[in-house]
């Protein structure tokens, strides 16, 4: 089928977009939605502009547009940007938001587009030891909730992050893949990337309990092949999360 997936630079778009192409459907087209405000409803707001980098390390071409970034508004806008394209199909990364899914499923049946969510429904400890599985490269660039600090702002996802990740989720009720709003991440390298990103300048800011990391020059290189992270059984991780 052929589709557009909807892509913010983050580890659940980028692991849907991942399963889409394993699955077999012409990916003809990545879509980025850039909000004009950072409380956006729907779309990532920190480092949205590398999205561009990403397309180019994937080789798909980047149809981007702008939202003014209110609730409904947005909707809209995004909804104008799928008409304007040749698809089938779009593919989008929810794993539990239900206002995400109604919200992109509804746009879909408007157009007579087949909406495709890969990682909706699944347990959301298995989806981040699927990514360290895989060898994602994702570094965490947002943090939105009490239990973060300042040094989670950089920080990759492996198997300790996981585990720390749990432990937060059992402490404080953040959702494993930040999909509240907890955390936002930004992935560097994958396993479809021809080409992978490489941080050359960032700064961090910080204010009351939640910061970011802004990514002031990036730039594409070579792949090499990375140690593969050998993850704890998420049955392991996943008796920490039952733990009072």
């Not at 570094?139 to 989670?152: L, P």
Request: with cysteine; proline share 4%; aromatic share 10%.
């Amino acid at each position: 089928m052929r589709v557009a997936a909807l892509i913010s630079g983050g580890k659940d778009s980028s692991l849907a977009l991942y399963r889409a192409l394993k699955e077999g459907h012409k990916v003809e087209y990545l879509v980025t939605m850039i909000p004009k405000r950072e409380d956006s409803w729907m779309f990532h707001y920190p480092n949205i502009h590398l999205t561009t980098f990403f397309a180019e390390s994937v080789g798909i071409p980047l149809v981007r547009g702008e939202t003014v970034g209110i609730k409904e508004a947005e909707l809209e806008d995004l909804k104008r940007l799928l008409a304007s394209l040749d698809v089938e199909g779009v593919v989008y990364g929810a794993v539990s938001s239900q206002y995400q899914k109604k919200s992109i499923d509804g746009i879909c049946r408007g157009l007579n587009l087949k909406p495709i969510a890969p990682l909706w429904g699944e347990n959301p400890l298995k989806l981040l030891e699927e990514i360290v599985r895989l060898d994602f490269e994702v570094v965490i660039v947002g943090v939105y909730a009490y239990g973060f600090d300042e040094g989670w702002l950089g920080r990759k996802i492996d198997q300790k992050t996981v585990e720390d990740l749990v432990e937060l989720n059992r402490r404080y009720q953040v959702s494993l893949v930040g999909e509240g709003g907890e955390y936002e991440s930004l992935v560097l390298d994958a396993p479809f990337f021809r080409k992978r990103i490489r941080i050359l300048q960032a700064e961090k800011f910080w204010e009351n309990h939640s910061g970011c990391l802004l990514v002031r020059k990036a730039e594409l290189v070579d792949k090499r092949p990375r140690r593969r992270q050998k993850l704890t059984s998420y049955r392991d991780l996943d008796k920490r999360m039952l733990r009072p």
